[in-house]
């Protein structure tokens, strides 16, 4: 009697859940509202304090000359398992899980970026700046949240599941997804007051 009331309701389940995603099929009219359905995270706002703790980073943090890089400030940063250099040219761009939460403050300061979907720094997993191969970008400024601070890191997306919630000839032009990672609490940056 167990076993049949325990298969009714996995039955049930899956009968539940087959017309729920039946019901969002072809949802989308393209992929961005798609990808951020399946891969999307809650938006992140910053507190006050937050956003003063890295506006005074971002007025070190700026690009400085080209051809003294080693004189900038935050040139590398760290994330689990690599090292990260800052980059001055090459710029590809990443569809971000979440708004980048700078974005909105970018009419009120001219130290924060209109876009936060370029790149910004190329990693490595073991730097060596004469022989540099980077091996994927960091998209955005960094900011401070929750006793951290972060960039966007390059993922998969589940493309077919995304395809599936959108409607047909869906495509996207995007060749990098990203989303959040922490910088490693060891880097200098947290030295930052």
């Known amino acids: 009697m167990i076993k049949k009331i325990i298969l009714v309701l996995i039955f049930s389940l899956i009968g539940v859940f087959t017309l729920g995603a039946l019901n969002y099929k072809d949802k989308f009219s393209n992929f961005n509202e798609a990808f951020l359905f399946i891969e999307g995270e809650q938006s992140i706002a910053l507190s006050v304090d937050d956003y003063k703790k890295t506006l005074r980073l971002l007025e070190k943090w ?32 990443a569809l971000l899980n979440s708004t980048h939460p700078l974005e909105k403050y970018s009419d009120e300061n001219s130290l924060v970026f209109s876009s936060q979907n370029f790149s910004t720094y190329n990693c490595m997993k073991n730097l060596d700046i004469d022989n540099f191969g980077g091996e994927f970008y ?54 930052e007051k």
């Open 62 to 93: 700026e690009w400085g000359d080209k051809y003294t890089p080693e004189d900038e400030k935050f040139r590398i940063i760290s994330i689990e398992g690599y090292e990260c250099v800052k980059i001055w040219s090459s710029q590809p761009t």
């Open 138 to 191: 960091l998209y955005g400024q960094p900011f401070f949240y929750s006793e951290r601070w972060w960039l966007y890191k390059p993922f998969e997306p589940r493309k077919k599941l995304i395809y599936f919630f959108c409607s047909n000839g869906c495509g996207t032009h995007w060749q990098a997804f990203a989303k959040l990672e922490p910088i490693l609490k060891s880097d200098p940056i947290y030295q």
